[in-house]
């Protein structure tokens, strides 16, 4: 059974950082693509970040410079590292596996605001 779990989300003040944590389980996690997406109130998921079985990663416009995608294959967690945060980061983030055995899964998000 594939499972994903996210941490570490918060409140935050403009320009402060957070870290978050996606704990995966079911899969063979060394192989396959991880990704991380947001969703803002009234908007559409989107994609933050992913990074492939050979740590190559990928980054929204948006939080280029800002934010760092990284994976430890021996813990089966994936992190997203957040600095220089802005009012427009605020959302819910998710984990997220995609198109695993003609499918996609989701963690159950996880709530950052960045607000003084």
């Known amino acids: 059974q594939v499972r994903l779990v996210e941490s570490g989300g918060g409140l935050v003040q403009p320009g402060g950082s957070l870290r978050l944590s996606c704990k995966a389980s079911?899969?063979?996690?060394?192989?396959?693509?991880l990704s991380w997406f947001r969703q803002a109130p009234g908007k559409e998921r989107e994609l933050v970040a992913d990074?492939?079985?050979?740590?190559?990663?990928n980054y929204a416009d948006a939080v280029k410079g800002r934010f760092t995608i990284s994976r430890d294959n021996v813990k089966n967690t994936v992190f997203l590292q957040m600095d220089s945060l802005k009012p427009d980061d605020t959302a819910v983030y998710y984990c997220?596996?995609?198109?695993?055995?003609?499918?996609?899964?989701w963690g159950q998000g996880t709530q950052v605001t960045v607000s003084s």
């Open positions: 079911g899969i063979n996690f060394r192989i396959n693509t």
């Open positions: 990074i492939t079985s050979g740590h190559n990663s």
């Open positions: 997220g596996l995609l198109n695993f055995r003609s499918r996609d899964y």
